[in-house]
């Protein structure tokens, strides 16, 4: 069980509820793409990912990108049960699409850069340690189903 400070929750609810999906998830899954190339692999039925410019300009890129952040919204809207709201999603991402768990975290990197990115200097480092306090739960939710 997670604790947080009436402080942490109102950043994130801040972040989120100011956040435009269709720039920042597109933005932080593309990032992730280029990166650290060995996450193409799960993407192979995305069509050309073949460097930066192609990668970002992919509309399945950018179109899964969103669907991660609505996927994120969950959290945002349960941050006492985490874990729980992410049992099935932790299922599909470990047996389905056998995802290394280690990626969950290279990804939550890329968002934060993105994101502190996009907020200047509003992102201080106590909204940066919420905001990472934040996707480390996720990325340890989402591991919780491998075995
Ligand atoms: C699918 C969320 C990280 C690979 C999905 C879906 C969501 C989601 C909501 C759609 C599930 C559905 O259709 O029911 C997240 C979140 C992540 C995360 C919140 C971490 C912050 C990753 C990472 C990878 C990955 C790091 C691989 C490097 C995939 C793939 C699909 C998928 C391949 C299926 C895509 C498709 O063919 O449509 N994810 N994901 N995910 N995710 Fe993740």
């Known amino acids: 069980m997670?604790?947080?400070?009436?402080?942490?929750?109102?950043?994130?609810?801040?972040?989120?509820?100011?956040?435009?999906?269709?720039?920042?998830?597109?933005?932080?899954?593309?990032?992730?793409?280029v990166v650290y190339p060995w996450t193409q692999r799960y993407f192979g039925n995305f069509g050309n990912l073949y460097n930066a410019a192609a990668i970002q300009g992919n509309p399945m890129v950018a179109a899964h990108g969103k669907t991660v952040l609505h996927g994120l919204d969950r959290a945002v809207k349960n941050?006492?049960?985490?874990?729980?709201?992410?049992?099935?999603?932790?299922?599909?991402?470990?047996?389905?699409?056998?995802?290394?768990?280690?990626?969950?975290?290279?990804?939550?990197?890329?968002?934060?850069?993105?994101?502190?990115?996009?907020?200047?200097?509003?992102f201080t480092a106590d909204v940066q340690g919420a905001f990472q306090k934040f996707l480390a739960v996720v990325v340890s939710s989402l591991g919780k189903q491998y075995h």
């Not at 100011?18 to 998830?25: H, L």
Request: net charge negative; proline share 3%.
């Open 2 to 33: 997670v604790g947080w400070t009436d402080f942490e929750r109102a950043t994130i609810q801040s972040i989120f509820s100011k956040m435009n999906y269709d720039d920042v998830g597109p933005a932080a899954l593309s990032r992730c793409l």
């Open 79 to 122: 941050m006492d049960d985490i874990k729980a709201t992410y049992a099935e999603l932790s299922v599909l991402h470990s047996e389905k699409l056998r995802v290394d768990p280690d990626n969950f975290r290279l990804l939550a990197d890329c968002l934060t850069i993105v994101v502190a990115a996009r907020m200047g200097a509003a």
